[in-house]
């Protein structure tokens, strides 16, 4: 059907329409298979045969999918079909690592292939919708959700958002592999105050539209379907009722005419931020904004129709979400195929490949962090390894804080990897200590183990609900004894390899400073015990690197390495310039960083033209060497500065990057190009704008200034 034909029928529908059935159009409710948010499952069948529901979240599995459209369909005086929403964030039932761990990776083709594997088990349960992806620029550990960001980088951010709308939605809305995509949370949740969740966020507009807008413009850019505003506010302005952003720049501004879809009971908590007196005025807000679609407040089917009467909105308000939600369903092709019945199947094959990919994208995404003495990778099985530490042993934390439709008991775990990668070693496993709790009776029994061993592997962190939603930390280091527990294994000199799992960067500086070997393994998902065996033992060399600064300690945050300059810039000679005096400025590592089993060195960096004009591209060349014994990928990172503007520019923005595969001993030149608008600024008045004068380039592989190679063009009028 074209798009005409859509509208015609939409039109039509929306005649016959009465004023309960067009609110049911914007309705959403949980089934009770999982509740994410305070408001407990209503009794979805009743307000269904009613009439007075659009879609459902939660709910997935043909047969109970299938049981409710057919009511949606065949029992409602209009059959209209729903659309089954679900936060199918990083994985369905293949769970691939968080978005914080696969972030890291800088790899774009793979966070597309991930989404679109993730697109296809979801469809094949029913699932029409994802809530996701969580596209929060996120610069605090101390915020939970961190874990499902793609780290502090506004540029980055944006890639990865392009990446996963094109993932799920695949090229045609109405194929049966497709899933709508939402970008979420629009905008700024990231910037929570204090790192704690749900707390108010004030943010300069600049800070605003230049770091936190963005990654939702490239999400639309890339055709996301729906959108999900932040619970947050904006300088007191709750996102769910932002006129400013959701009206006028959204909608209006950047042509976005996909379906806005509440946070959970966010359009009823209008009132708890003290902007709306009661339901009705809630509703009205909300939908004035352009909220589409009200998830569990109930404030649309309880306070619209009050709202109509006290005039607070009209008809053609509520007209415009309706016809919003039917044009999903249509672009869904719902209508037509309301149940769905070529989605695809599930097949032995295809859930092996899609494990396959999930251990490459796991081993992608693992973070080497330490490696003195070239403690790993362990090259040859040892005889006796002591898998010791709270997480080495528990497969189902490994699914991290969002697992979607993922079983733990599916996960395989450190332990369970190491034993496959080493049938020949004896592996005892001890947890010594639990994450919570002060038992040290686990102690003894552990260092027994250790000091028998030939290898420790010391697997430490959090547990997976201390990240995520509701999860924020006020001092995000290693939880319970296992300081203590770690020093003690530290002290009997054996060699030891750290498997950090989290959420978040977490502060354990004296950690850093003494383990000769740390991994960050975040939460890797379906396959992390296999990819970090592949690791440590060498069948794969890291190649990730941190999409977030890595604090040294909580005072230091927020870090992030694109910060202005400052009038009095750091100098550790000099009092009175941007530092502290009882910690460095320094984080415990940078954004980029990540070792790998060799060295890669950089050399010969040249920009062309030297004088930039608009239309040009800036085509940046560097050589690029494995100096080292071991073959590996290593991401070159392009950033640049503007060192004079009509305002302030940071002293490193990321704006291009590039893989390149060397065997020992091979040089290769890599290519970046550069089109001449990612120079453009927002200048004072927040217009974008190409402002001619000297132009500083960077490459390198992290955001530390001894690691970059530079050079200079000039953009001339
Ligand atoms: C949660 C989250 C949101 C999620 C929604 C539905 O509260 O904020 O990210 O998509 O509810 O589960």
Redesign the pocket.
């Known amino acids: 059907m074209t798009r005409q034909d859509h509208a015609t029928r939409i039109e039509k529908l929306l005649a016959a329409m009465m004023l309960g059935e067009k609110i049911g159009q914007l309705n959403m409710l949980t089934a009770d298979l999982a509740v994410?948010?305070p408001g407990m499952p209503a009794d979805y069948m009743a307000e269904l045969k009613k009439g007075r529901l659009g879609s459902m979240?939660n709910l997935y599995g043909v047969p109970l999918m299938r049981q409710v459209q057919r009511v949606a369909v065949e029992e409602t005086r209009l059959g209209i079909p729903l659309f089954f929403g679900y936060?199918v964030v990083h994985g369905h039932r293949t769970v691939f690592p968080i978005p914080l761990a696969e972030a890291g990776a800088f790899d774009p083709e793979l966070w597309e292939k991930t989404a679109r594997i993730a697109a296809i088990e979801a469809a094949a349960e029913g699932l029409t919708l994802t809530?996701a992806p969580?596209i929060d620029v996120a610069r605090d550990p101390r915020w939970g959700r961190i874990a499902e960001s793609a780290g502090e980088d506004t540029w980055l951010t944006c890639r990865l958002a392009e990446a996963k709308v094109k993932g799920f939605q695949g090229k045609n809305l109405a194929a049966q592999d497709a899933i709508a995509a939402t970008a979420?949370?629009l905008a700024g949740y990231g910037a929570v105050m204090a790192g704690r969740e749900y707390a108010q966020v004030e943010l300069s507009e600049r800070a605003f539209h230049e770091i936190y807008l963005p990654p939702f413009r490239a999400a639309v850019a890339a055709g996301a379907a729906a959108i999900?505003p932040a619970?947050t506010d904006l300088a007191g302005v709750p996102l769910t009722a932002h006129v400013g952003i959701l009206r006028d720049t959204v909608r209006a501004r950047w042509g976005f005419d996909g379906v806005m879809i509440s946070?959970?009971n966010a359009i009823a908590e209008l009132m708890a931020h003290g902007i709306a007196g009661d339901l009705a005025e809630a509703a009205a807000l909300a939908l004035k904004a352009g909220v589409d679609v009200d998830?569990m407040a109930t404030a649309y089917t309880r306070g619209l129709p009050v709202a109509l009467e006290r005039g607070l909105v009209a008809m053609s308000d509520i007209d415009a979400c309706v016809r919003r939600v039917l044009a999903l369903k249509a672009a869904l092709g719902l209508f037509d195929d309301p149940y769905r019945a070529q989605a695809p199947v599930m097949t032995a094959e295809r859930w092996t490949e899609h494990r396959a990919v999930a251990r490459d994208a796991a081993r992608r995404s693992i973070v080497l962090l330490v490696n003195r003495n070239d403690r790993l990778p362990i090259a040859s099985p040892p005889a006796r390894v002591a898998l010791l530490g709270p997480l080495g042993d528990i497969a189902p934390e490994m699914l991290g804080p969002w697992s979607g439709a993922g079983r733990g008991e599916e996960m395989v775990s450190y332990a369970a990897g190491l034993r496959a990668a080493w049938p020949q070693s004896r592996i005892d496993a001890a947890r010594g200590v639990e994450v919570e709790g002060e038992a040290r009776s686990g102690i003894k029994p552990a260092l027994d183990l250790a000091r028998a061993a030939d290898l420790v592997v010391l697997a430490l962190g959090e547990l997976r609900w201390m990240s995520g939603?509701a999860g924020s930390r006020a001092k995000p280091g290693l939880p319970g004894l296992q300081n203590e527990f770690a020093r003690a294994v530290l002290d009997l000199g054996r060699p030891v390899v750290v498997l950090l799992s989290s959420g978040r960067p977490l502060m354990v500086p004296w950690l850093f400073e003494r383990a000769e070997a740390v991994l960050a393994c975040w939460y890797l998902g379906s396959e992390a015990g296999h990819a970090v065996a592949d690791v440590v033992t060498g069948r794969w060399n890291p190649s990730a690197r941190l999409p977030v600064t890595w604090p040294v300690e909580v005072g230091q945050i927020p870090i992030f390495y694109s910060r202005l300059p400052t009038g009095r810039p750091i100098d550790p000679t000099f009092r009175y310039s941007s530092k502290y005096i009882d910690m460095p400025n320094e984080p415990m590592f940078a954004f980029g960083h990540g070792l790998s089993y060799t060295r890669f060195a950089y050399s010969n960096l040249r920009a062309a033209p030297a004088q930039l004009r608009e239309k040009d591209t800036l085509a940046v060349e560097v050589d690029v060497a494995n100096e080292g014994r071991a073959a590996g990928e290593e991401t070159v990172l392009l950033f640049v500065r503007d060192p004079v503007a009509s305002v302030s520019r940071p002293v490193l923005e990321l704006k291009g990057m590039a893989k390149v595969f060397l065997a020992p001993g091979e040089r290769r030149s890599v290519r970046l190009s550069l089109a001449c608008d990612a120079f453009a600024i927002l200048d004072a008045k927040l217009a974008p704008r190409l402002e001619p004068g000297a132009l500083e380039i960077y490459v390198g592989p992290a955001a530390r200034a001894e690691a970059l190679l530079k050079t200079s063009v000039k953009l001339v009028a």
């Open positions: 994410t948010g979240l936060d809530f969580m979420k949370h999900m619970f946070d959970y998830m939603e």
